[in-house]
């Protein structure tokens, strides 16, 4: 490709910057007590280009002196076990992020051809659904970071926002075949339909401004560059906005995986908050 | 009419014998043979260990007993000192490529394999992407599939670089041979085989980064689970399953019922990379170990085999085999692979298709003799069908020229029959690499048949290698 990008005009050359204040805290309760709980965590912010981390807290709780680990994408992550009696797991963090940039430069650790390849929860079958048909030809678009963005509005446009019609396991295709969804079934359904079309995307899980809870969305890659895009509210990922966890799908950046021994009943309680605070 | 009785055939009767092919006592004027009565009893003392496997079908699940082949294979010194080398410099060659595939990634800039074969296969795992396994072992035991054709000519038709099994049916049927004919099996004279857990432990040893050894088994349903605890076992360490071992901190350890741990340097698990770890892979599964993967990540836990393997094994990657032995070695590939088409190559595609008919055509997603189709078997509407998923998705198929292999003899019914087989030969890759004197016969239940695997009823046979 030898044309030099032609997205002057778009919002991702805008200035990204901004302070923010992030509170995140997660409360889990048991009701009967568990032990040996082992858990594995994503409470670091990545090490990104994105923004600056100016500080950074973060807790587990019971105490278990934690490890840490760095995942095959670089970011790191936390695990644990907690043997003994408990009927509370309670995580958090708390952090001031500057922003700088709204794009991300940084080598990738992976080779990026693994965000081209399906996978079980992004796999899309265009041919029942009728506004999907306008993507039928797999072709590789002249525009890739436009294109994904007009397949942003599509999904905007055909999909509703609907909770309690999906879960953390379905799969893209079933939420287009329902029409609704969450954040994380737009997010698969605008990675099957960047990945179909040879635009490599992957998914992420964070925070947006004013959300109680997380949020995910999408990074596409374009020319050397990760672009965000945000289909749940059909907006660029300019600013306001706080990744946590990046991967393939939404099961590789849940921030929470934990195993025990028995069956309980677990109520969870989470409280994000995101604000930006100035300068 | 009365036959003459000849060499190298059975004489028939209660007081008949089978002469054991190769016939190496022709030059020194004897008989190498197994008497019927023998057979019979080395046929009931198999029958004591009931020594099964699990079928899937029709999505139940049968404890199958696997057929013994009660007249061994014999392999000569000078054969099996061809097949050694073939081997090694195979296992060697994909034990490079492995490393090169999850690091560097030479091989793909030099284009001696397309990247659409490693990075569209589900089993190259990008959770194992930079991770240097202890001793930068990745195929600690390998089981590579051979045939010998009518020619004698040796071919590789398959390797298997995951979670190899089999070893353990030869294991026990050497012992059979040593309680019920000591006298044969001593003259003849056969390698001794019956040290493989032994040559397994080393192996482990030789990866450990600090701590014990433990075989990880899936549970007593699992299909092999005879193998995993006679293993075990034999190799004097403890037998485990995921709840037996626990990650804490920076390293896996074995809690014994005593309440006592101990720190775990080496795990042969027996069961698949999307099991292994419910905090990287499968979230629901029970079988693995939470945070394993996270202590293998940082160099504290040997996994045998590696995580990722896949990727060595892959039906389409079979193809590249010879290319990477001289890409990595700088040498002829010593064993050669039965002749092989790419689909993904519009010229072999289109020597495929038009060759449907004598060809046999593989689907790389499929194991275990499922997804294998003989062209000259099918109907021309079929043969049609899988012309169009050929032109569909080239990738996932591979076409093979048939290769006639060699029959041997089975002992069925108080008459020798031949039947098709092919051997699984275990490489062991520790410090050095070492091919196991003996190795898994598989031969087919039925006249003709070139299908040989366990789960499509075939049968197996111990592998006797002679030294000089």
Redesign the interface.
Known sequence: MSSSPQFTDLEYERSADGVYKLNYDVRAEMDTPIR?H?W?LRLSLPDDDFFEVEHFSRYVEPEC?P?T????LGQEYS?G?VREDHSVFRYGLSATIRQHSSYGRRPD???I??F??SDRLTELDHKNIPWLAAFQSPDKPKDPLEWSIGAMHEITQNMIYLTGTTNYSTPAGDAVSQGSGVCQDFAHILIGLCRAHGVPARYVNGFFVGEGETHAWVEVFVQGRWYGLDPTHNRLVVQDYVPLARG?NA?DC?LN?G?W?SVVQQHQRISASLVEVGE | MQKTQQRGHSRRGPGGYVVLEPDVGAGKNREFKLGYSDLDRLKAYLNRYAITFGLFQDNTFHDRLFPFGTVPRVIGPWEFDTLEKGLRQRVHALNLFLHDIYHERKVLRDKIVPEEFVFACPAYLPEVYGVRPPANVYAHLSGIDLVQASDGTWFILEDNLRVPSGASYPLIAREAYHTVCPGLISDMPVRESRDYPQMLGRVMDDVNPGGISVVLSPGRFNAAFFEHSYLAEKMGVPLVFGNDLEVDGEYVYFKDVGGHRERVGAVYRRLSDEYLDPMVFEPDSIIGVPNLMSVYRKGNVAIINAVGNGIADDKGIYYFVPALIKYYLGEEAILRNAPTYLPFFERDRNHVLQNLHRLVIKDVAEAGGYGVVFGSMLSADKRRLLADAIRAEPRRFIGQEVVEFRSLQVFDQHKVVRRRADLRAYVLHGKDISVWPSGLTRYAMDRGSMIVNSSQGGGFKDTWVLSL
């Open positions: 040996n082992a594995c002196s490890s680990a760095v995942d095959y695990y076990l650790t992976v080779p051809q693994i081209l390849r393939r099961e849940s995986r195993v021994s």
